[in-house]
């Protein structure tokens, strides 16, 4: 009997040993981990030092000139409310912060209409590529409201070639596009103004391209060749 007692004692010994006798001892020993999960990545943390690169810094100086992907380097911002250079393609980064039509699609009290600076092709074309990257997931490429995030769970999103859309005014569909509507969130933060103006531009190119152009949209010089075509 004594001896499966002292069997026994000896065995609560161990373990009580080996559980709680080694805590808070220090090991040099890395520790035996069961499921390492992500703890160790070949990376490195901002500001940390490198024996890697020559200068002792792990964080690289971006190459001379660097800048934003589709932007060219930042200009002055006006502070006069005026429009300035955010009128040019690339020009500058402006997020719109001024008071006139420019910053917030409206004339007085009402949405106003119409491009607050000339179009060209180039503009077309920025507002095209502007649409794709921020509109087109939700939209779709032609803006009928059955981009990707349609397919996974998004309702309602809105058909842009619906009449009530074709006969908004500009400025309204900037304003929408600036501070979001109902479920759709506001893109004043990341689109510049300018690129949002773009982008009601192409949006206008998409409602003709669907049924909303007729002969009259047609240069007069190419009219002819279209109605011989018939
Ligand atoms: C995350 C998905 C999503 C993205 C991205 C998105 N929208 Fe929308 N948009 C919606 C939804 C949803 C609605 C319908 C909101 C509602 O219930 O009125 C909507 C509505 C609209 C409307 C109609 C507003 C009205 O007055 O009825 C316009 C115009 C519009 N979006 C333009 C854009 C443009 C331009 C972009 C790109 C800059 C864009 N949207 C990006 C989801 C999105």
Same mark, same amino acid.
């Given at each position: 009997?004594?001896?499966?007692?002292?069997? /026994?004692?000896?065995?609560?010994?161990?373990?009580?040993? $080996?559980?709680?006798?080694?805590?808070?001892?220090? $090991?040099?020993?890395?520790?035996?981990?069961?499921?390492?999960?992500?703890?160790?990545?070949?990376?490195?943390?901002?500001?940390?030092? $490198?024996? %890697? %690169? $020559?200068?002792?810094?792990?964080?690289?100086?971006?190459?001379?000139?660097?800048?934003?992907?589709?932007?060219?380097?930042?200009?002055?911002?006006?502070?006069?409310?005026?429009?300035?250079?955010?009128?040019?393609? #690339?020009?500058?980064?402006?997020?719109?912060?001024?008071?006139?039509?420019?910053?917030?699609?409206?004339?007085?009290?009402?949405?106003?209409?119409?491009?607050?600076?000339?179009?060209?092709?180039?503009? /077309?074309?920025?507002?095209?590529?502007? %649409?794709?990257?921020?509109?087109?997931?939700?939209?779709?490429?032609?803006?009928?409201?059955?981009?990707? !995030?349609?397919?996974?769970?998004?309702?309602?999103?809105?058909?842009?070639?619906?009449?009530?859309?074709? +006969?908004?005014?500009?400025?309204?569909? %900037?304003?929408?596009?600036?501070?979001?509507?109902?479920?759709?969130?506001? #893109?004043?933060?990341?689109? +510049?103004?300018?690129?949002?103006?773009?982008?009601?531009?192409?949006?206008? !190119? /998409?409602?003709?391209?669907?049924?909303?152009?007729?002969?009259?949209?047609?240069?007069?010089?190419?009219?002819?060749? /279209?109605?011989?075509?018939?």
């Amino acid at each position: 009997m004594l001896k499966y007692f002292f069997a /026994l004692f000896g065995l609560l010994v161990v373990l009580v040993i $080996s559980i709680a006798g080694f805590r808070g001892a220090k $090991s040099t020993r890395s520790p035996i981990e069961i499921f390492p999960d992500m703890d160790h990545q070949p990376k490195v943390k901002a500001q940390v030092a $490198s024996s %890697f %690169f $020559s200068d002792g810094r792990a964080a690289r100086v971006p190459v001379a000139g660097t800048v934003p992907m589709g932007y060219a380097i930042p200009l002055h911002k006006p502070v006069d409310g005026s429009l300035g250079e955010a009128t040019g393609p #690339y020009k500058q980064i402006y997020f719109s912060s001024g008071p006139v039509y420019f910053d917030t699609g409206k004339i007085g009290d009402q949405w106003g209409t119409g491009m607050p600076f000339e179009i060209s092709p180039e503009w /077309l074309s920025r507002g095209r590529e502007r %649409f794709t990257i921020n509109c087109s997931p939700c939209h779709g490429a032609t803006g009928a409201g059955t981009g990707i !995030a349609s397919k996974y769970g998004l309702v309602a999103i809105a058909n842009l070639h619906q009449d009530r859309i074709r +006969q908004m005014a500009d400025g309204e569909i %900037f304003n929408t596009i600036t501070k979001g509507k109902n479920t759709m969130m506001g #893109y004043g933060d990341r689109i +510049q103004a300018q690129d949002r103006w773009a982008i009601i531009t192409y949006i206008r !190119a /998409l409602q003709k391209s669907q049924g909303g152009a007729t002969i009259n949209d047609v240069p007069p010089a190419e009219r002819a060749a /279209l109605e011989a075509q018939k």
